[in-house]
């Protein structure tokens, strides 16, 4: 914390005395860090668990069934629209959503939000490549083995 005070113009000697003395309150000191530091505010003790699961849960309804709703709706909307083409257009839907899922996400916590947009869009990139090569691994497996 001392660096991060004299990156502020905070002499050594101030800031030496500015981070000893609130690190006397523990509680105040770590509530600071988080700010401070990390950006991140501090947990509110009157938030509830179970309204946390909930907007999770309907969070999840809501981004988690775009790549179904996206693929039905190419496969209904354009005839003749190989499976290929929807699989793609599902893919970049997927990914655009993504990168709103985390601007949201980033706009909350109070962060920057193309920032937080191409982490969520690289982590859901990441996984979902994953997913699909290890589901393709597995199947080519159990066709080796024989079983269909």
Same mark, same amino acid.
């Given at each position: 914390m001392?660096?991060?005070y004299r990156?502020r +113009?905070?002499?050594?000697? $101030?800031?030496i005395?500015v981070?000893?003395t609130?690190?006397?309150?523990k509680?105040?000191?770590i509530? !600071?860090?988080?700010?401070?530091e990390? =950006?991140? #505010?501090?947990? $509110?003790?009157? $938030?509830?668990a179970?309204? %946390?699961?909930l907007?999770m849960?309907?969070? #999840?309804?809501? #981004? +988690? %069934?775009?790549?179904?709703l996206?693929?039905?709706?190419?496969?209904?909307?354009i005839? $003749?629209?190989p499976?290929? =083409?929807a699989f793609?257009?599902?893919?970049?839907t997927s990914l &655009?959503?993504l990168?709103i899922? +985390? *601007?949201?996400?980033?706009?909350?916590?109070n962060?920057?939000?193309?920032?937080g947009? &191409?982490y969520m869009?690289?982590?859901g990139?990441? %996984?979902?490549?994953?997913?699909?090569?290890?589901?393709?691994l597995i199947?080519?497996?159990?066709?080796a083995? =024989? *079983? !269909?």
């Amino acid at each position: 914390m001392v660096q991060l005070y004299r990156s502020r +113009g905070i002499t050594k000697e $101030d800031a030496i005395t500015v981070a000893t003395t609130l690190s006397k309150y523990k509680d105040f000191w770590i509530e !600071h860090m988080m700010l401070t530091e990390l =950006g991140m #505010f501090p947990v $509110d003790a009157e $938030d509830s668990a179970v309204a %946390s699961g909930l907007a999770m849960f309907v969070s #999840f309804m809501i #981004f +988690g %069934s775009v790549p179904l709703l996206s693929y039905l709706l190419l496969i209904l909307l354009i005839k $003749d629209l190989p499976v290929s =083409g929807a699989f793609a257009g599902t893919v970049c839907t997927s990914l &655009l959503t993504l990168f709103i899922l +985390g *601007v949201v996400k980033s706009k909350v916590v109070n962060q920057n939000p193309i920032k937080g947009g &191409l982490y969520m869009l690289l982590q859901g990139a990441l %996984s979902g490549a994953a997913s699909f090569y290890l589901g393709d691994l597995i199947q080519r497996a159990l066709e080796a083995a =024989g *079983v !269909h």
